[in-house]
């Protein structure tokens, strides 16, 4: 079984500049989710989509970030601008649905640098 | 609010000796409790969860780990540790009543020396 998929792997950008990421989760996983690691503290929630709509985003700094998922597979974050604090791995996740007691599989995560 | 502790940043163990990495947790309602691994440069690795049942659960790799409600617990633990077991470990809660919201502890290093 594939596992998910997220592209670039790691990316360097200039502060005020802006990115995108992609993420393919597991075929038939109906529950997508975007995590943002900074560097030595847990991953943290960014925003969840059940299909192609967002359960949760009460965490994402709606100002600059931006995620979709229109046709309820793959979905996109972009960051629009860039700032120093958004330095950090973004992960992406999937889970069979949102029930609370599935495990979410995580992809290997896009390592971001804003310079 | 819900919230995950891992009082340990890093737990150092000899190869061969049994291993344990503590974990505590606040929610206000039923737990689900996950343990997931991380190993440099790749994403998180779902390691075993309790859900409800049984208070030990058995995982991934001779993983298991013991459910304790009275003192909030989720520890992680193997009876023998391997080198291969270096890595970072993340202990994570859900709770039903508080949006369901996977929260995650801060990490604890797990460093086994042969």
């Known amino acids: 079984e594939a596992g998910v998929a997220q592209s670039p792997r790691y990316k360097i950008i200039e502060k005020r500049q802006s990115v995108a990421f992609w993420c393919n989760p597991i075929?038939?996983?109906?529950?997508l989710y975007w995590y943002q690691q900074i560097l030595g503290q847990g991953p943290k929630l960014l925003i969840q989509?059940?299909?192609?709509?967002?359960?949760?985003d009460s965490q994402l700094p709606k100002d600059r970030f931006s995620a979709e998922r229109l046709k309820g597979v793959d979905s996109t974050l972009k960051i629009q601008p860039a700032k120093l604090e958004d330095s950090a791995v973004y992960l992406c996740?999937?889970?069979?649905?949102?029930?609370?007691?599935?495990?979410?599989?995580f992809g290997p995560g896009t390592r971001l640098t804003v310079l | 609010a819900q919230s995950v502790a891992q009082p340990e940043d890093q737990v150092n163990v000899a190869e061969g000796n049994p291993l344990t990495v503590k974990c505590t947790y606040s929610?206000?309602?039923?737990?689900?409790l996950f343990w997931y691994v991380q190993y440099p440069n790749r994403g998180l690795q779902f390691l075993l969860k309790?859900?409800?049942?049984?208070?030990l659960v058995k995982g991934s790799y001779g993983f298991e780990a013991e459910f304790n409600k009275s003192q909030t617990s989720f520890h992680l633990k193997k009876p023998s540790a391997l080198v291969s077991d270096s890595a970072l470990y993340f202990c994570?809660?859900?709770?039903?009543?508080?949006?369901?919201?996977?929260?995650f502890g801060q990490g604890t290093e797990l460093s086994v020396k042969p």
């Open positions: 996740a999937s889970s069979l649905d949102q029930d609370f007691y599935n495990e979410q599989f």
């Open positions: 075929s038939g996983h109906a529950t």
């Open positions: 989509f059940q299909n192609n709509g967002v359960v949760d």
């Open positions: 929610v206000s309602g039923n737990p689900y």
């Open positions: 309790y859900i409800t049942g049984d208070n």
């Open positions: 994570a809660v859900r709770a039903s009543n508080q949006g369901g919201k996977l929260i």
